[in-house]
């Protein structure tokens, strides 16, 4: 876990514990091929650590161009050496290429090195609409209730199953207790998950002012991970306003509803974290 923090980096004393770089993780495979999910700030640490490692194949699933989970690509190390070959999965769109939308943030005044110029070998594609083969992983896409086409993902191997969904917000369209699960944006991907990596951004009391802007509450994280029945559930992309004693606060609500005779787990997601999954 390289970065958990929505919207906005928030570095600072008060976000020590569970860190202030915005969304990415690193997945390892079986055969230690790299996935990495999202480039807000965190892959700049990604990248540093990766110095002295072999050069080759990454693969990188963004789940929208929001800035958050864009901005640390210009710092990610391996696209500025000629040895890496790098392909970039995103949401599709009609009208605009994948590519031509991450050219408008590599290039000036916004960058001052245009995407073109970059020395690795960079290839963008269009997440497919069905199950696509990354080395012995099987990923899925699909898009979720969010501002501008926004994906969660579904990293299956070796009999586990990651679901990441950062941002998100089911409850939308209504109470989520009250509608068929096959109806709630993003249940398929969840369903029968290792570990759900959730966006949980607001508190219940927060919510009601910031419907409509693509976050969940935690009251709602948990229901929706409860309806898909996973086993672990990582409350993801924290607010930069909520410092750590918030979020342990967040968290302690988040087990209150779950229930502590239910099977599973509930974290708060923090910079540096390491997990198996399955």
């Known amino acids: 876990m390289w970065g958990c923090r929505g919207s906005l980096a928030a570095p600072g004393p008060e976000t020590v514990r569970y860190g202030g770089n915005t969304s990415c993780v690193e997945v390892r495979l079986s055969d230690d091929r790299l996935i990495v999910i999202d480039a807000g700030t965190g892959i700049r640490g990604l990248g540093l650590s990766m110095a002295g490692h072999e050069p080759g194949r990454i693969d990188i699933l963004l789940t929208h161009l929001h800035l958050d989970h864009l901005e640390g690509l210009g710092f990610f190390s391996p696209i500025w050496d000629e040895r890496y070959e790098i392909h970039i999965w995103g949401p599709p769109s009609d009208s605009v290429s994948l590519r031509d939308r991450i050219t408008t943030y590599f290039s000036p005044p916004l960058f001052p090195i245009h995407l073109q110029d970059i020395p690795s070998h960079l290839v963008a594609h ?8 990354l080395g012995g992983a099987s990923v899925t896409a699909a898009l979720v209730e969010h501002p501008g086409p926004t994906l969660g993902y579904r990293i299956e191997e070796g009999g586990g199953t990651l679901t990441y ?42 919510y009601p002012h910031r419907v409509g802007w693509g976050h969940s509450s935690i009251a709602d994280t948990v229901t929706f991970a409860l309806m898909a029945k996973v086993h672990r559930l990582l409350m993801f ?11 342990e606060q967040m968290l302690l609500r988040a087990r209150e509803l779950w229930g502590s005779e ?5 974290l708060c997601a923090w910079e540096g974290m390491e997990f198996d999954v399955g």
């Open 262 to 266: 239910r099977d599973g787990l509930v």
């Open 237 to 247: 992309h924290h607010d930069p306003l909520h410092g750590d004693a918030q979020l």
């Open 165 to 206: 969904i950062s941002d998100h917000e089911p409850a939308k369209a209504g109470d989520l207790a009250d509608r068929p699960p096959e109806t709630i944006s993003g249940f398929e991907l969840a369903v029968g998950a290792d570990v759900l990596m959730h966006d949980s951004q607001y508190t219940e009391e927060e």
């Open 126 to 133: 269009d997440a497919p609409t069905g199950p696509w083969d």
